[in-house]
């Protein structure tokens, strides 16, 4: 069942909303909603005149041939109407329900059952009746469905509209039939208490008007999105929980919070339980003091597989003229995700927010040949050093790295990391084994590069991991990076995740560059990670992992040109983390 809809395009650095308005369930809408008044008139099309509906009109537009009926059949009662449209080029059909007054800034709820034979849209007429100014908005679409399915839009009536049309159109195609449609101004009269930082962190209280849902949650997604949502008392040691399990995806479905005052240019630290086996990321919404809205993306974390809970920890810190702040926390994975004690607290300010300067670094993963044969010569050239997380069990042996050459490399200036011996899932091994395979990875190099060589930061193979396997990896290691796609500012600098972007087949020498740009200009961290340096990789990267001998000279001669500090991790968090304690 899709419960609510986001209208995102992410990057790693941001993302951007441009519509908001949520799809529910009826025994769903939302955690503090207690009552409802239907606006619509003849909702089950009971009513009629001349064999037609009463308050209802039919509508076409474009090039296409629609047909309307009145059937003798419905969801609920005797009757429903449908639409039906052939020959389509443009334009699109509909059945109208009367224009109903609204109350600018004001939150209502429409909702209808449809069977549908293609994909329905869902629009919204907007009319100021003192300067008669019409505007349309489009609100989201619907899946096809032989049997009844639910739709529900939640939105709020923009600055001066007073009369508002909500149409169930059909523009392609096929069939549309509507039932029981309902237009409901929701009030509100539960107030949700802080837990933690944050309205009902712990998920135990919950609203009359809603038993279903824990108060100040609920569902959110975007795109085209099968899933379904449960309130449960299975999160971790027995608390309450959110889970979502998601069967089909093209966008995005998950939680997000009711708006919470919060101050400007604050740092805050979000932290929650999770159980998963899809990823899953979170985002921040801020409303500052003008209307406008600000997104703050967070980092996303790898499946745990159901091995257990595993703590999601990151830091945001807020804009200027910040008013208010949400949370969404969600996956575009096909899979299923619990979360569980939800906190926000504030963190002591940096001052200054940002590093003294920018800098790179630039990482190899696997020990792929191609990194050594045709990657060093690259750094060399620029006058650059990289850090290259190396596989044990894999050097010496066809497509990898020799033994000399990690010796080499480490002469030369570059940080030799561990990446487990063998190219494990972490998440897939037991402790013991991980703790083996860490050990062995750790001698293999000691012997190549002599007992006293500080191996002190590690990657996880594949980017996979959990908050207990870090606290293993930690007791060897300084630092653990991730590929989550995010910068490390002074804010969110963590040796436990050091955020990075992983640099595909697919991604061209501008990207690089723009990312380069966008750390000197925010004075961040930047971590790229590379696999084969080759138009063929060796190995067993895959083509999707090989960047090409031309696109990275060209990506380190423009990060040359830049002037920025290049530097290895280790040599990054030497300098860095003393800035965080200012």
């Known amino acids: 069942m899709q419960l609510s809809r986001i209208l995102v395009f992410?990057?790693?650095?941001?993302?951007?909303?441009?519509?908001?308005?949520?799809?529910?369930?009826?025994?769903i809408l939302?955690?503090?909603?207690?009552?409802y008044t239907n606006l619509i008139s003849n909702p089950n099309f009971s009513n009629s005149t001349n064999n037609q509906p009463n308050d209802w009109t039919t509508n076409s537009w474009g090039s296409n041939t629609a047909s309307f009926s009145y059937l003798n059949s419905g969801y609920v009662g005797n009757h429903s109407v449908r639409v039906a449209v052939s020959n389509y080029i443009s334009g699109d059909a509909k059945w109208m329900p009367n224009a109903v007054n609204v109350t600018s800034g004001s939150t209502y709820v429409y909702s209808d059952w449809y069977q549908a034979s293609t994909i329905t849209n869902i629009w919204a007429q907007f009319q100021d009746t003192t300067t008669g100014l019409v505007t349309y908005q489009w609100l989201g679409n619907d899946n096809p469905s032989s049997s009844w399915a639910h739709s529900q839009i939640t939105v709020t009536i923009p600055s001066g509209v007073n009369e508002v049309s909500i149409f169930h159109v059909l523009n392609a195609n096929g069939?549309?039939?509507?039932?029981?449609?309902?237009?409901?101004a929701v009030t509100s009269s539960c107030s949700v208490n802080l837990v933690s930082g944050i309205d009902n962190g712990n998920l135990d209280q919950i609203c009359s008007g809603n038993p279903n849902l824990p108060a100040g949650w609920k569902p959110e997604t975007y795109g085209s999105v099968s899933a379904s949502y449960d309130y449960t008392n299975s999160g971790i040691n027995g608390s309450n929980a959110l889970a979502t399990s998601i069967t089909q995806n093209s966008g995005e479905a998950g939680w997000q919070t009711i708006n919470q005052s919060a101050r400007s240019n604050q740092r805050y630290q979000l932290q929650f339980w999770q159980n998963s086996t899809t990823y899953l990321y979170a985002y921040a919404k801020?409303?500052?003091?003008?209307?406008?809205?600000?997104?703050?993306?967070?980092?996303?974390?790898?499946?745990?597989?159901d091995t257990g809970w595993s703590?999601?920890?990151?830091?945001?810190?807020?804009?200027?003229?910040?008013?208010?702040?949400k949370f969404v926390i969600a996956s575009s994975g096909i899979g299923n995700f619990a979360i569980s004690n939800i906190s926000l607290t504030s963190l002591v300010n940096q001052n200054p927010s940002t590093f003294n300067s920018g800098i790179v670094s630039v990482t190899f993963d696997d020990g792929d040949g191609s990194s050594f044969?045709?990657?060093?010569?690259?750094?060399?050239?620029?006058?650059?050093?990289?850090?290259f997380y190396v596989n044990g069990s894999t050097l010496n042996t066809s497509g990898y790295m020799t033994y000399n050459d990690v010796k080499i490399l480490a002469n030369d200036g570059n940080e030799i990391g561990s990446h487990l011996y063998q190219h494990y899932n972490m998440v897939t091994i037991s402790q013991s084994q991980l703790i083996y395979e860490i050990n062995t990875n750790n001698s293999v190099l000691h012997n190549i590069l002599g007992a006293n060589y500080p191996l002190t930061d590690f990657?996880?193979?594949?980017?996979?991991?959990?908050?207990?396997?870090?606290?293993?990896?930690?007791?060897y290691y300084d630092s653990h990076r991730v590929t989550d796609g995010q910068f490390n500012t002074k804010n969110n600098l963590n040796v436990r995740q050091i955020h990075a972007i992983l640099i595909s087949a697919t991604t061209t020498p501008a990207q690089v560059d723009a990312l380069i740009n966008k750390t000197l200009t925010q004075n961040a961290w930047l971590v790229l990670v590379y696999h084969s340096i080759g138009s063929v990789p060796p190995g067993n990267d895959g083509a999707g992992y090989a960047t090409t001998p031309s696109n990275f000279s060209s990506e380190m001669s423009y990060l040359h040109s830049t002037h920025i500090q290049v530097l290895t991790v280790h040599k990054a968090l030497n300098l860095l983390l003393p800035q965080t304690q200012l």
């Not at 703590?311 to 702040?325: G, H």
């Open 373 to 387: 044969t045709n990657g060093l010569p690259i750094l060399q050239s620029n006058g650059l050093h990289g850090t």
């Open 459 to 475: 990657a996880s193979p594949y980017g996979s991991y959990t908050s207990s396997i870090v606290n293993v990896l930690m007791q």
């Open 175 to 184: 069939q549309l039939t509507i039932d029981n449609v309902t237009y409901n």
């Open 286 to 305: 801020i409303t500052l003091t003008n209307g406008s809205a600000q997104y703050i993306s967070l980092m996303s974390v790898p499946a745990t597989l």
């Open 311 to 325: 703590k999601y920890t990151d830091n945001i810190l807020t804009p200027n003229n910040t008013q208010s702040i």
């Open 30 to 35: 939302s955690a503090d909603a207690t009552t």
């Open 10 to 27: 992410i990057t790693s650095l941001t993302v951007v909303i441009f519509f908001l308005f949520t799809l529910t369930s009826p025994a």
